[in-house]
């Protein structure tokens, strides 16, 4: 049974740092396409980056782009989210997300690509 739980959000002020994990259990994350998503209240989820499971290769979104670094660490199983100079309107539920593709291509960070949800972990960025 394909499992993951993400880790790390909490409460930041603006221009802070945070990273966040995803530890996947179940299955062998070398194998899979991971992603990062975000949804804020009342909107819907979108993906922030997303990194194919053969040479790392990445999609990321234009909103966070120069802030934000997806990785993955296949001997921990795990998947990360560095995120720096934050800002309120990056306040969001983070959502970690899997499918099981292995190719070099960087995969689509769209919702409809990925088999496999966490339950999110929240971020606020506020003074």
């Known amino acids: 049974q394909v499992q993951l739980v993400e880790s790390g959000g909490r409460l930041v002020q603006p221009g802070g740092s945070l990273r966040l994990s995803c530890i996947g259990s179940?299955?062998?994350?070398?194998?899979?396409?991971m992603g990062w998503f975000r949804q804020a209240a009342g909107k819907k989820r979108e993906g922030v980056s997303c990194?194919?499971?053969?040479?790392?290769?990445?999609n990321i979104a234009d909103s966070v782009k120069g802030r934000f670094t997806i990785s993955r660490d296949n001997a921990k199983n795990t998947v990360y989210l560095e995120m720096n100079s934050l800002q309120p309107e990056d306040t969001a539920v983070y959502y970690c997300?899997?499918?099981?593709?292995?190719?070099?291509?960087?995969?689509?960070?769209?919702?409809?690509?990925?088999?496999?949800w966490g339950q999110g972990t929240q971020v606020t960025v506020s003074s």
């Open positions: 997300a899997a499918r099981q593709v292995h190719v070099r291509v960087a995969p689509p960070c769209e919702t409809f690509y990925y088999e496999h």
């Open positions: 179940g299955f062998s994350l070398e194998h899979y396409a």
């Open positions: 990194v194919s499971s053969i040479d790392d290769n990445t």
